[in-house]
């Protein structure tokens, strides 16, 4: 089972925190810094899991999920897509659901509430039940 999760994320202090979390617990971060180049990456990549940022320079974390979800690629479909939003009072929580996001975390980053929700769709390379 692949571990690559990708991290589309404007901010490069948020993008170094999440990955020296995950590569902690093994996973492999790949990186964009835009909704587009995100969307091309999901698209083309092998990738795992997307942690999305909502507030993006182009366009923004809600429509990126749109536009993974209506790729027309059924493992685009069902990949699981981490929203990670910064407005939780103004409803950005509820527009990351209904664009096709299946959980969502607030700002600031909480490192064990991101290990957390990421094992909870794709296993720590470094969990003890997959070592031997
Ligand atoms: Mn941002």
Do not use: H, Q
Not at 12 to 28: C, H
Request: aromatic fraction near 6%; charged fraction near 25%.
């Amino acid at each position: 089972m692949g571990s690559n999760v990708l991290y589309i994320e404007d901010n490069p202090d948020n993008m170094v925190l999440v990955k020296r979390a995950l590569e902690a617990r093994g996973y492999t971060l790949l990186e964009a810094v835009n909704g587009l180049s995100g969307v091309t990456m999901a698209e083309t990549r092998e990738i795992d899991l997307v942690l999305l940022d909502i507030n993006l320079p182009d366009i923004d974390g809600y429509e990126v999920a749109r536009r993974i979800r209506n790729s027309g690629k059924s493992r685009l479909t069902y990949m699981p897509i981490i929203a990670i939003t910064a407005n939780a009072l103004k409803g950005d929580a509820e527009k990351a659901l209904a664009a096709g996001c299946d959980v969502y975390m607030s700002k600031p980053i909480n490192i064990r509430e991101l290990w957390a929700r990421v094992e909870a769709f794709v296993p720590s390379p470094n969990a003890p039940e997959n070592s031997v």
